[in-house]
């Protein structure tokens, strides 16, 4: 049974940091592309970041360019996502997401559909 579990969500104050980890179960995370997206109240799933399979290269939605950075540890098979500087923009609910046999990050990385397993969400809150 695939499974992806986040975890490390929390309510932090703006200018803060979050770390958070996606760990899987019966996927390999090491060999695939792995994402991470959020979806506030109200607002549609948006990509935050895709990582090619090695970790040798990752794009980031322009929203976060700077201030997160993902990362994996494939002995883990945990992929993490350290957010600093915190804005209460960044508040919403986020997701790693894979897709089955996909290794690097298409053109289209940022599209939700494109994604086959899901993680069951952590939420992330910035106050003011």
């Known amino acids: 049974q695939v499974q992806m579990v986040e975890s490390g969500g929390d309510l932090v104050q703006e200018g803060g940091s979050l770390r958070l980890s996606c760990t899987g179960s019966?996927?390999?995370?090491?060999?695939?592309?792995m994402v991470w997206f959020r979806q506030a109240p109200g607002k549609e799933r948006e990509g935050v970041s895709c990582?090619?399979?090695?970790?040798?290269?990752?794009n980031y939605a322009d929203s976060v360019k700077g201030r997160f950075t993902a990362s994996r540890d494939t002995a883990k098979n945990t992929m993490y996502l350290q957010m600093n500087s915190l804005k209460p923009e960044d508040t919403a609910m986020y997701y790693c997401?894979?897709?089955?046999?996909?290794?690097?990050?298409?053109?289209?990385?940022?599209?939700?559909?494109?994604?086959?397993?899901w993680g069951q969400g952590t939420q992330v809150t910035v106050s003011s």
């Open positions: 997401a894979a897709r089955s046999a996909t290794a690097y990050c298409s053109g289209s990385w940022s599209n939700r559909l494109m994604y086959n397993y």
């Open positions: 990582t090619n399979w090695n970790g040798g290269s990752t």
């Open positions: 019966g996927l390999p995370i090491g060999n695939l592309a």
